[in-house]
């Protein structure tokens, strides 16, 4: 008799266009890339639910969390939220009210395990050819995501959750054609798999404890 396949542990991942993967195909978003890792190392994990959609800002994804209702518990859940907050002009204090309750909501749907979740930086986007042709201060995009990410990774230390950095991935060649999307902003594959990189050694670990 074949033994029975190994439970899976459910993830959800949360987000805006970077997770939901702008300008890729679904098998190259960063999440499916994260389980089809996680799998690779012996993690009996999903596929991930993703709630996410290009342009959302932090209010804009706790209104679709809560139209999703209700979502339930999963066994791992990833937060990747914030560039639109900058890009539409709003203030570092108002992310982090935002991000601060949308974290403590994922907490919750971690099971109230704050080692079941894991927080992704921001990307900068404002070294991609987009930008650049938007005659947008440059300076200033990164300053002010440097500052959103400086907030919240105080915020999930606080909370006893794991945050990646992976803006300077994003600022380390991305601007090559290889690393973009043809819409001149979005990452491409190749960049959602550097990010898949720094995350997946975190997420292996969270996810050997019982």
Same mark, same amino acid.
């Given at each position: 008799?074949?033994?029975? %396949? /190994?439970?899976?542990? #459910? ?15 679904e ?8 389980? /089809? ?8 994990? &999903?596929?991930?639910r ?11 994804l #706790?209104?679709?969390m809560?139209?999703?209702? %209700? ?5 791992f859940v ?23 309750r949308?974290? /403590? ?14 927080v ?12 650049? &042709?938007?005659?947008?201060?440059? /300076? ?11 907030? &919240? ?6 909370h ?10 994003s ?5 090559a054609?290889?690393?973009? &999307?043809?819409?001149?902003?979005? %990452? #491409? ?11 997946l ?10």
């Amino acid at each position: 008799m074949s033994a029975l %396949p /190994q439970a899976q542990l #459910s993830y959800l991942a949360l987000g805006d266009s970077y997770t939901i993967g702008e300008g890729v195909e679904e098998h190259g978003r960063w999440p499916m890339l994260l389980a /089809q890792g996680l799998r690779e190392a012996g993690v009996a994990i &999903a596929d991930p639910r993703i709630i996410a959609t290009t342009g959302w800002t932090t209010d804009e994804l #706790s209104a679709a969390m809560d139209a999703a209702k %209700p979502l339930g518990e999963w066994g791992f859940v990833s937060l990747l939220i914030g560039v639109n907050n900058q890009y539409r002009g709003r203030d570092v204090d108002d992310y982090l009210g935002e991000f601060t309750r949308l974290l /403590q909501r994922t907490i919750a749907l971690a099971n109230a395990r704050a080692d079941r979740v894991l927080v992704l930086s921001i990307p900068d986007w404002g070294v991609t050819p987009f930008a650049r &042709a938007s005659g947008r201060d440059l /300076q200033q995009i990164a300053d002010e995501l440097d500052a959103c990410n400086a907030a &919240a990774r105080e915020v999930c230390a606080a909370h006893g959750v794991a945050f990646v950095d992976i803006t300077w991935i994003s600022r380390d060649g991305g601007d090559a054609p290889a690393m973009l &999307a043809e819409d001149g902003l979005h %990452p #491409s594959v190749a960049m959602h798999a550097r990010w898949t990189g720094a995350a997946l050694p975190v997420a292996k670990a969270l996810l050997a404890t019982a």
